[in-house]
């Protein structure tokens, strides 16, 4: 009796163990003509919490999204989404769990914003159903939150950079999914919108894998980070243990210090401009520690 309640205890927290991981990715490669593109990538996400995936151009970001929402499969490694196997679910089981918003979309002709947004419910429905009061108050909700309820009625076509990237981020709400992925999601946006859908991507309070390029806004707004070089994660762990100088310097190539920002307390980073490496992140000689010091103790004697 003691025994089979002990199993069960355990059998328990395994369970809430996976529950409270949303994500849990092993050892995952993936190659393309003939060349390593990723490789042996392991990592977890707790339930709730925003992953930014940060590296160089050409390190392996986007072709890490494309594994996790599945445009590519990987050679090796599984993929497991609150302890299943997402190579399992079928495509609108996979639809209703992962929603994604990318860069590059295709033309959406003339469909006005709210109708692009309501392609949201789509994993939600059956082939006859209606659209219902509720699906038009989930629609009119997410636009809302992105700030877009005055564009409800225009052609998507017809929106601006910034305001159709908004408008995949409220599609994507729209489709309760338990992990969002994005790619570069701030890409279009100016500062005040890259502050106000990353804040928003927060407040959702569900999973968030996302790749971006301004490491000081993945300092300010994601609870974990993955540094790619290369295919490979050079550092996972919170932004205060990843986004070091010399980690910063080794992989981008650039001169740069750190200090916890007076708000959140995270790095923000600044940068030291005319000293940045001539070759890409993958060619550079390696990093002369010694070199950088010189020039931040130069910079600071200047000042
Ligand atoms: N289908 C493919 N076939 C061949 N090479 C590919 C393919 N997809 C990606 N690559 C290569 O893999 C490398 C990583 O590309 P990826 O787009 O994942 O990088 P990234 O980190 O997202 O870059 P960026 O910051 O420039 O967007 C690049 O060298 C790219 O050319």
Redesign the pocket.
């Known amino acids: 009796m003691d025994e089979n309640n002990s199993d069960k205890q355990s059998r328990d927290e395994k369970h809430s163990a996976n529950n409270a991981c949303a994500l849990t990715v092993c050892d995952l490669s993936w190659h ?2 003939d ?1 390593v ?1 990723l490789s042996d990538i392991s990592f977890s996400l707790a339930k709730g919490e925003m992953l930014g995936i940060i ?12 594994c996790l929402y599945r445009y ?1 499969k990987p050679d090796n490694g599984t993929i497991n989404l609150f302890g299943q196997n997402t190579s399992y679910f079928s495509a609108k089981e996979f639809a209703r769990q992962v929603a994604v918003v990318l860069q590059d979309t295709p033309h959406h002709f003339e469909l006005t914003t709210d109708q692009l947004v309501a392609i949201g419910l789509t994993p939600h429905k059956g082939p006859f159903d209606l659209t219902t009061s509720a699906d038009r108050r989930l629609v009119a909700d997410a636009l809302e939150k992105v700030g877009l309820t005055h564009k409800a009625g225009q052609v998507y076509e017809h929106l601006s950079g910034g305001e159709k990237q908004r408008a995949l981020i409220a599609r994507a709400i729209v489709q309760q999914p338990k992990l969002l992925i994005l ?2 999601p701030t890409n279009h946006l100016d500062i005040r919108y890259q502050i106000q859908v990353m804040e928003l991507l927060r407040e959702i309070g569900i999973s968030v894998i996302t ?1 971006i ?1 301004d490491l000081n806004l993945a300092s300010a707004m994601c609870d974990q980070i993955l540094l ?1 070089d290369d ?1 490979r994660c050079v550092a996972h762990g919170t932004p205060k243990s990843v986004l070091t100088e010399e980690r910063i310097s080794e992989v981008f190539g650039v001169c740069c210090s750190t200090q916890a920002h007076p708000q959140h307390g995270n790095p923000q980073i600044s940068y030291f401009y005319g000293y940045s490496h001539s070759e890409n992140a993958h060619g550079k000689s390696a990093h002369d520690k010694s070199q950088w010091d010189g020039i931040k103790r130069h910079k600071q004697d200047e000042d």
């Not at 590296?55 to 494309?66: D, H, I, V, W, Y």
């Open positions: 393309a003509d060349r593109i590296g160089p151009n050409g390190a392996g970001k986007s072709s890490l999204l494309r590519i790619d570069e790749s390029h790619l295919g």
